[in-house]
């Protein structure tokens, strides 16, 4: 007598249901995707998969807006609007992600798959295009408009809860229930607003599709092509591979324990190209992934013959970050020493000419730039080739002094006065706490450990700015600096410090060591999630 065996159902890991460890919470969950902020994550993963970062609101896609009127005292009409979408980040800036699912036998209480019955366990990751170009494109926007304006304000009301249910009292009851209320009503108005968009856009033939990336027979090289939802038999798209978490036996209450669960590394490279050039992955195409696993066919037992796929639900759609996102690039500073002009001198003095030239630039005839020395508006292109070599720092002196040159120029020139908010200089001279130490060692830095209470402005960059934008400057620097790490505020940097700040924070008695500004509670890109326990029946 041959059984047919149960269906399988791929869910979230059970500590992100909605009631942790709950069966009637998993179903109908999608796999999970989990944020860490060091190359270290699988490594922190398999030790513990419930310790990841919480998601912030810098890790939602924005919308740049203008500003009508525009604020006083702003240095630009432009702001940026939080929307509903999520944004992961580059492996350059520091972030990484896992996609987790969990499998189960689809039977009441959820039973896990033992991993011996699974044949193979993979990922996709999808794009969903919506194609529209001339009357169709103008006839949605209005729509579109009023879509964007409202996730706008469900992402506000969303981020305001979290904050305010801290607050203790009947006060804070009372606030979080308004805030309950504001999202419920603002998800029913933006469903009905995607509804009315969906409409419209069937009426004007405008369709989503569903695409996966097909590798052609060239490595390195493929397409973006459509795909069915959830094929059963043959899959043609590109897969990525999921991996069993296998729990420490040493650990009895290992999150792991008892449940089957995969995960994967969320890709956000670039990746292949398609035959135009264009990079895989990009930072203006919203892509979603799906897990499957397949079990082995019923009459050839073994993983090497795998039958059909069981699908997983997608997981919430996301688009990757800009390689210049400001976001991003704040997870990972760098410290780049400039020459030492003193040293450098010394050292040309005692080796012979040319020593320590270690860039060779070589120029084909007629290909080097020459500056004419009696008008240096003019020039002439040199007709012999010509070899030179320069040393490193020698370019670096050069490139800094022509950046320090030119940019005062620009910001006058295009009236690109916001861009003096993106250079922040302080003396290089500071301590740590012990804790603050401590904690940088253990736990990856969210934070520019450079940011200081010393801010200078160049007098260059000042020129024509007008007291309104000064005032500007300074009062975001000076909310910047109070919430910046535990620095010392010397002498040196209170002569440069505001003089509220300054007055908030008097010389310390002779004798004793100088105040400390206060860290915040708690950095917020460092944030985990809470840790469940195990749910209850899961053998020891």
Not at 32 to 41: E, H, L, R, T
Not at 236 to 255: K, M, V
Not at 310 to 322: D, N
Request: charged share 20%; aromatic share 8%.
């Amino acid at each position: 007598m041959t059984t047919t065996p149960h269906p399988w159902l791929l869910t979230a890991p059970w500590y992100r249901w909605s009631a942790p460890g709950v069966p009637a919470a998993g179903r109908g969950s999608a796999p999970v995707i989990q944020k860490y902020g060091a190359p270290s994550f699988v490594t922190e993963f398999l030790a513990e998969p419930q310790k990841s970062l919480l998601w912030t609101e810098a890790d939602q896609v924005h919308r740049v807006e203008v500003r009508n009127p525009r604020p006083k005292f702003s240095l630009s009409p432009l702001v940026r609007v939080p929307t509903d979408r999520r944004k992961l980040f580059l492996d350059i800036h520091s972030r990484f992600y896992l996609v987790v699912v969990e499998l189960h036998c689809d039977q009441p209480g959820l039973p896990a798959v033992t991993r011996d019955q699974i044949a193979s366990a993979g990922f996709v990751v999808r794009r969903r295009v919506a194609p529209a170009g001339g009357v169709a494109k103008k006839a949605l926007s209005g729509a579109l408009g009023d879509v964007q304006a409202l996730e706008s304000q469900l992402a506000h009301a969303r981020g305001f809860g979290p904050r305010r249910r801290r607050r203790p009292g009947l006060v804070a009851h009372a606030l979080v229930s308004r805030c309950e209320e504001t999202i419920t009503r603002l998800e029913g108005e933006l469903e009905a607003k995607r509804l009315e968009l969906r409409e419209l856009a069937a009426a004007h033939g405008v369709q989503v599709e569903l695409q996966g990336w097909v590798a052609s027979e060239h490595a390195g090289f493929g397409a973006w092509l459509a795909v069915p939802e959830t094929p059963e038999k043959t899959l043609t798209e590109t897969t990525f591979p999921l991996y069993p978490l296998i729990p420490d036996p040493a650990q009895a209450g290992h999150s792991a324990r008892g449940r089957t669960l995969y995960f994967g590394v969320v890709p956000t490279g670039p990746g292949d190209l398609d035959a135009a050039g264009n990079p895989r992955f990009d930072d203006r195409s919203l892509y979603e992934i799906r897990c499957f696993v397949r079990r082995p066919k019923s009459n050839l037992p073994g993983k090497d013959c795998p039958g059909d796929y069981v699908w997983s639900r997608p997981t919430e759609s996301y688009q990757l970050a800009p390689a210049a996102d400001l976001d991003g690039t704040s997870h990972k500073p760098v410290t780049f020493t400039l020459p030492d002009l003193q040293d450098l001198e010394a050292q040309a003095a005692a080796n012979p000419a040319g020593h320590g030239a270690g860039v060779r630039m070589v120029a084909p005839a007629n290909s080097t730039l020459n500056p004419d020395p009696n008008d240096q508006t003019k020039g002439s292109r040199g007709a012999l080739p010509q070899i030179c070599s320069f040393s490193i720092p020698l370019i670096t002196i050069i490139a800094t002094f022509v950046l320090k040159l030119f940019l005062p120029i620009v910001v006058f020139a295009f009236g690109l006065w916001w861009m003096l908010k993106l250079k922040l200089c302080i003396l290089p001279s500071f301590e740590m706490d012990a804790d603050l130490a401590f904690s940088l060692e253990v736990q990856p830095p969210e934070l520019d450990i450079s940011i200081g209470l010393s801010v200078e402005v160049d007098a260059a960059l000042g020129v024509n700015l007008g007291t309104d934008g000064l005032a500007a400057i300074q009062a975001d620097l000076d909310n910047n600096q109070r919430a910046g790490l535990a620095l010392e505020l010397g002498a040196d940097h209170r002569a440069t410090a505001p003089p509220d700040v300054a007055a908030e924070f008097p010389p310390a008695e002779p004798g004793y060591p100088e105040p400390k500004v206060p860290l915040p509670a708690a950095s917020a890109g460092l944030d985990y999630y809470p840790i469940h326990p195990l749910p209850a029946g899961v053998p020891a």
